[in-house]
RNA sequence: GUCCCCAUCGUCUAGUCUGGCCCAGGACACCGGCCUUUCACGCCGGCAGCACCGGUUCAAAUCCGGUUGGGGACGCCA
């Protein structure tokens, strides 16, 4: 019988989930899903230093809102103290690692020294040789120690097949002795995690690329413990367009996945993107539903260079990378109305203009114009922003459309009063009466219906730009359109 | 300084393992056009890339060597 798949996600709860640790959650769910296997959540809370109650509810809403579920866990590391020392005991009695009595004062001495000389910077193994009887010495006078493993000497190398990167082979010389727990009894990652990963039965590690290099350091550590050594998938870096590593401190919340939540992503959208950062298939196909990108994921697809989020500070049109933007407005343009009628809620709600009535008597004419002017907008923010006029009576009128469209044309004064009189006048309000309506007036005027068109927008929405006139006249209803006519004169006796 | 990894349009990438179908394909962005009452959508077209040098070969984006460039690791952080 095949093993079953088992991978983990563990962050460290040093403060919200970015993107960076978003795709690494992404392609282990991907590959638990697509296995029929499980994925554990982690939270490797071991620096208590750093590790907050709030970032790990950050991290788990940043995971839920994504979409991302898990079969195990939260687990927690800091309650598995005792395993991480119980292992290294356990290699310190079977001669895989030895107690180490250097000062954190010699070692950076030393390390300082090393650099000056322009020499490897590895631990030069002083504590490895002590006799039985100098450690029991020095133990009895109360020194404090770290416990090191003892990497193999000689000619070998640590060698393994990454399914990102191929064989990788690590001279045993070029590992030095690490330490596995500090002088103050606590463990160290590169322990701790890999003794959660045997206990958690852990068959695939799936990480980013900067693990590579410690992976030799804990196939040592499963070796010595008699352990299986998992699979390890290293998965290429995202960089900031200047090349350097996303982090939190240089590019703050515009790499927070709860940054795109509120600028409003749709978050398969976001997943969908996240995805194809250092990920593709042969077709280099863009869109995935959920069971698409199941079907389509494999391990073998994810890129070895890394890849770049494309930030954007400062950029007017853009807030972030355009490829992001650009998948969101595509599925924010082709769902079911339905689908995305729930984020568009939200974002009523948000700016105070959601109306009970929207999911009840009117429901059908609030699906009706999310369709009708969701084709240019690229965010659920722009419901509750761009398109503010059609759901509330209380909007903005934007002062460049209102002086190109409106102020212009000072005859408006008075053909805003007539087309208001006329359009209430109107049996059957429908979009070819409302049309023949205005194009005769136009007519009459002996203008452009254009003149009408771009003012009567601009009155009745606020905007220089959105869906078809006449469409628009139907949908915010023939009372509300006549009002907002008459009101429209005002605009000119604020200028 | 040591070790490791990587290198195709501005960005994400296909093609590299298994050389020829690639004078390199797609997407986003950008530019132009059509459509049009506006803005989008849609459609059509355009710009733009195999980092460099050498080798192997009838043939190289693809294989080999080197150079350059970029990234990562080298903590009693995770």
């Known amino acids: 019988m095949k093993q079953e798949v088992i991978v983990r996600f563990p962050p460290s709860p040093t403060g919200y989930l970015h993107i960076g640790g978003a795709r690494t959650a992404i392609f282990n769910w991907l590959f638990a899903q697509k296995t029929?296997?499980?994925?554990?959540?982690?939270?490797?809370?071991?620096?208590?230093?750093?590790?907050?109650?709030?970032?790990?509810?950050?991290?788990?809403?940043s995971l839920k809102w994504l979409g991302i579920t898990w079969d195990e866990g939260p687990y927690f590391q800091s309650q598995f103290i005792s395993d991480h020392l119980a292992a290294a005991q356990k290699l310190l009695e079977s001669g895989h690692a030895y107690k180490c009595f250097c000062t954190k004062e010699e070692l950076d001495r030393k390390r300082d020294q090393a650099r000056q000389r322009k020499t490897a910077l590895q631990y030069d193994g002083t504590c490895r040789?002590?006799?039985?009887?100098?450690?029991?010495?020095?133990?009895?006078?109360?020194?404090?120690?770290?416990?090191?493993?003892?990497?193999?000497?000689?000619?070998?190398?640590?060698?393994?097949?990454?399914?990102?990167?191929?064989?990788?082979?690590?001279?045993?010389?070029?590992?030095?002795?690490?330490?596995?727990?500090?002088?103050?009894?606590?463990?160290?990652?590169?322990?701790?995690?890999?003794?959660?990963?045997?206990?958690?039965?852990?068959?695939?590690?799936?990480?980013?690329?900067?693990?590579?290099?410690?992976?030799?350091?804990?196939?040592?550590?499963?070796?010595?413990?008699?352990?299986?050594?998992?699979?390890?998938?290293?998965?290429?870096?995202?960089?900031?367009?200047?090349k350097a590593k996303i982090s939190k401190r240089t590019h703050g919340e515009r790499v927070a996945v709860h940054f795109y939540k509120e600028r409003g992503f749709l978050p398969w959208a976001f997943v969908n993107y996240l995805a194809l950062l250092g990920w593709s298939t042969p077709d280099s196909r863009e869109i995935f539903s959920k069971d698409e990108l199941i079907e389509a994921f494999s391990l073998e697809g994810i890129s070895r260079a890394n890849a770049i989020f494309d930030v954007r500070k400062n950029d007017p049109k853009f807030f972030t990378d355009p490829k992001a933007i650009s998948i969101n407005t595509h599925y924010l343009r082709t769902l079911p109305v339905e689908e995305i009628e729930p984020y568009v809620r939200k974002q009523l709600e948000k700016t105070q203009i959601w109306d009970p009535e929207f999911e009840a008597i009117k429901r059908d004419w609030f699906l009706r114009t999310i369709d009708l002017i969701r084709t240019r907008y690229h965010v659920t923010t722009d419901f509750g922003t761009l398109g503010r006029a059609y759901f509330s009576d209380d909007y903005p009128i934007e002062p460049k459309a209102l002086k190109k469209n409106v102020l212009k044309h000072e005859g408006l004064k008075v053909w805003f009063p007539i087309l208001a009189d006329r359009l209430q006048g109107m049996d059957?309000?429908?979009?070819?009466?409302?049309?023949?309506?205005?194009?005769?007036?136009?007519?009459?005027?002996?203008?452009?219906?254009?003149?009408?068109?771009?003012?009567?927008?601009?009155?009745?929405?606020?905007?220089?730009?959105?869906?078809?006139?006449?469409?628009?006249?139907?949908?915010?209803?023939?009372?509300?359109?006549?009002?907002?006519?008459?009101?429209?004169?005002?605009?000119?006796?604020?200028?």
Not at 217 to 226: D, E
């Open 129 to 242: 040789h002590l006799s039985p009887e100098e450690v029991a010495e020095k133990e009895a006078a109360g020194m404090p120690y770290t416990i090191r493993l003892k990497v193999p000497r000689g000619e070998g190398f640590v060698s393994f097949e990454d399914i990102v990167y191929g064989i990788i082979e690590k001279k045993y010389e070029d590992i030095e002795d690490f330490v596995m727990v500090r002088s103050n009894g606590q463990p160290l990652y590169v322990l701790s995690n890999a003794v959660d990963d045997i206990r958690d039965r852990v068959t695939h590690v799936i990480r980013g690329q900067d693990g590579l290099a410690n992976t030799p350091k804990q196939i040592l550590i499963y070796k010595a413990l008699g352990a299986p050594v998992p699979r390890f998938a290293h998965m290429s870096l995202t960089l900031d367009p200047k």
């Open 36 to 61: 029929g296997g499980k994925l554990i959540l982690r939270i490797e809370d071991t620096d208590a230093e750093r590790s907050s109650e709030e970032s790990i509810q950050g991290i788990i809403e």
């Open 428 to 495: 059957t309000f429908s979009v070819e009466e409302a049309e023949k309506v205005i194009r005769e007036m136009a007519d009459e005027l002996g203008i452009k219906a254009g003149i009408l068109i771009n003012a009567i927008r601009t009155a009745v929405t606020g905007q220089p730009k959105g869906p078809g006139l006449f469409d628009v006249l139907i949908t915010v209803g023939q009372r509300r359109v006549v009002e907002r006519l008459r009101k429209a004169v005002t605009f000119f006796k604020l200028h």
